[in-house]
């Protein structure tokens, strides 16, 4: 049973970075897949990024490919979420989430593991 915590969001101006963090505790992060989502009010939740238990497939969200970068320490137990030229409607609450199934799939409804979320605001 894994428990995720995320951490790192704000509010921050358009063209600026953000580095979101997500802590795990309760297994190891070995073997699974891991994802960033984002809900922002009156929308469905939708995948940011997405990597495989392996790392070897990586998948982005169109609208954030080049600006953002999913990556995993599983040595330390930790996903990332580095975020740049940010733009307005990058505005939502960002989850990170654990598949045990591993292999890094875009659908909200594969992983089994979710933090609370942290709330992410780019205004000027």
């Known amino acids: 049973q894994l428990q995720l915590v995320e951490s790192g969001g704000g509010l921050v101006q358009p063209g600026g970075s953000l580095r979101l963090s997500c802590s795990v505790s309760?297994?190891?992060?070995?073997?699974?897949?891991i994802g960033w989502f984002r809900q922002a009010p009156g929308k469905q939740r939708e995948a940011v990024s997405v990597m495989s238990s392996s790392g070897g497939v990586i998948q982005y969200h169109d609208s954030v490919k080049g600006r953002f970068t999913i990556s995993r320490d599983n040595a330390n137990n930790m996903i990332y979420l580095q975020m740049n030229s940010l733009k307005t409607q990058d505005t939502a609450v960002y989850y990170c989430a654990a598949d045990e199934g591993g292999w890094g799939l875009k659908e909200a409804a594969n992983y089994d593991y979710w933090g609370q979320g942290t709330q992410v605001t780019v205004s000027a």
């Open positions: 309760g297994d190891s992060l070995v073997g699974y897949a």
